[in-house]
């Protein structure tokens, strides 16, 4: 079954301070890993498409990496309008097979808050 | 350009109660899909369409139904609502259904009492 674990649940961050969110998953064949943010009362936003390990991507402040096992969003010197909820899903390839073939599952998310 | 749209916003249901949620794109996208978001639970997915004229379940279909109308536009029926269904729902699409990212709506809260 694939799995999408992130981390940490809530991240409060000041204004400037740079960090990282985790994501960590398993899945048969990955075909795709996809980044969202989201804000209070709206629908996912899409941020970052990453296919293969080794591959980044960068939007902004924002930059997106991939390994075997895990993606991580880095963010540079945050501002209070990066504040959101972040996730992350995995799109099972097609050696997933049966039900799971190109189903996106997404993880719990990580609350960004980033305080001026 | 709209992208995706809801409709509607907000629905209070009583218990056995039906309603259809819709969903439309103007993207020209073949891939619209249904998911439910619940607190501590992530987005799940209950029913997607792969292209015009295919259905498939998701993770939670139980309790739901769906219609692919036309190439724009993807409902989703409760035929009797629960407190169980009690969620935000957000319909989205894909250009394609590997590989493409999805653009969700922005979303329709329904409670059911």
């Known amino acids: 079954e694939d799995q999408v674990t992130q981390s940490p649940e809530a991240l409060r961050l000041q204004e400037g301070e740079s960090s990282s969110l985790n994501c960590s998953y398993t899945v048969s064949g990955l075909r795709g890993l996809f980044w969202y943010r989201q804000d209070p009362g709206k629908g996912p936003e899409f941020l970052f498409t990453l296919y293969s390990a080794g591959e980044e991507k960068e939007k902004e402040r924002l930059k997106a990496t991939l390994t075997k096992k895990e993606s991580f969003l880095h963010i540079t010197a945050p501002k209070p309008e990066d504040s959101a909820t972040y996730l992350c899903a995995v799109q099972a390839g097609a050696n997933a097979g049966g039900t799971s073939y190109g189903k996106l599952t997404f993880g719990q998310g990580t609350i960004l808050t980033v305080h001026p | 350009n709209a992208g995706v749209t809801q409709t509607p916003k907000f629905q209070v249901l009583k218990t056995g109660q039906s309603m259809t949620l819709q969903c439309a794109q103007d993207m020209n996208h073949n891939s619209m899909y249904w998911y439910r978001q619940d607190p501590g639970m992530g987005l799940r997915l209950i029913y997607y369409?792969?292209?015009?004229?295919?259905?498939d379940k998701g993770e939670v279909p139980n309790g739901y139904n769906v219609s692919r109308l036309n190439k724009r536009e993807f409902s989703l029926r409760l035929e009797s609502a629960a407190p169980s269904q009690t969620s935000v729902y957000f319909c989205?699409?894909?250009?394609?259904?590997?590989?493409?990212?999805?653009?969700f709506g922005p979303g329709t809260r329904l409670t059911v009492l």
């Open positions: 989205a699409s894909s250009e394609l259904y590997l590989g493409n990212e999805q653009f």
């Open positions: 369409s792969a292209s015009e004229g295919t259905t």
